[in-house]
């Protein structure tokens, strides 16, 4: 089948340091890959969108990869706030429904 | 405006009730989409339109009967709900038709349902 998992349920770290978070693929190669964020009881928010044929991109304190080798996107927050807090989705986008498929989410926590 | 609005925040409702839950957009977006959301997990998709045609069910329970009646709104009716139903209800939008590339999807604040 094809998956797209994020692997760390909850990620913790220090103010400052930088947060990376993982979303693996298998069984295909998603022509584009999404990030988003979700606060409690909110829905998600638009991140980063990042297609296949890119290496890399970025906003602000965010930057995504997209490496179709190991299959596998990594998003980072560089300088990491408390407000960063929340829940992070990746999300592809591909199949022939052309559907929007979210892995479980990780839940990253920045502590002052 | 580039926001989803959905309505009510809260709905509360016993298994014999009938209510509908709105969502509204004036961006423009050609493709709206309902979600479903429980605890702890992602959003799962349920119902597709594209310029204001049904897209999109993924075999979702006839108990649930969404409605399109013009490109800025979206219904979903709600007859006969199961205490399992009980999640965060989802709606989104995004600015091409469905199948028509990946945009980026833009998601209301939810509707938090309760069924008694």
């Known amino acids: 089948s094809q998956k797209i998992e994020q692997n760390s349920e909850a990620l913790n770290i220090q103010e400052g340091k930088t947060a990376t978070l993982t979303c693996n693929y298998t069984?295909?190669?998603?022509?584009?890959l999404q990030w988003y964020r979700q606060d409690p009881g909110r829905g998600p928010v638009f991140l980063l969108l990042?297609?296949?044929?890119?290496k890399e991109k970025r906003k602000e304190r965010l930057k995504v990869t997209f490496d179709t080798t190991l299959k596998q996107s990594l998003f980072h927050i560089t300088a990491s706030q408390p407000a960063d807090s929340a829940t992070y989705l990746c999300a592809r986008w591909g199949g022939s429904q052309g559907n929007l498929i979210f892995g479980k989410g990780t839940k990253l926590s920045v502590k002052p | 405006d580039t926001e989803v609005t959905q309505t009510p925040k809260h709905l509360v409702m016993g298994m014999t009730n009938k209510k509908s839950l709105k969502c509204e957009q004036h961006m423009g977006h050609r493709a709206m989409y309902w979600y479903k959301q429980k605890a702890k997990k992602p959003p799962e998709l349920m119902f597709v339109y594209s310029y204001e045609k049904l897209s999109i069910n993924e075999s979702v329970p006839s108990r649930f009967s969404p409605e399109c009646p013009n490109s800025s709104l979206l219904n979903l009716h709600l007859h006969a709900l199961q205490p399992e139903d009980s999640a965060l209800y989802l709606c989104a939008s995004s600015r091409a038709g469905h199948g028509q590339g990946a945009n980026e999807q833009y998601f209301g604040p939810g509707t938090r349902l309760t069924v008694t």
């Open positions: 990042i297609r296949e044929n890119e």
């Open positions: 069984n295909y190669s998603p022509a584009y």
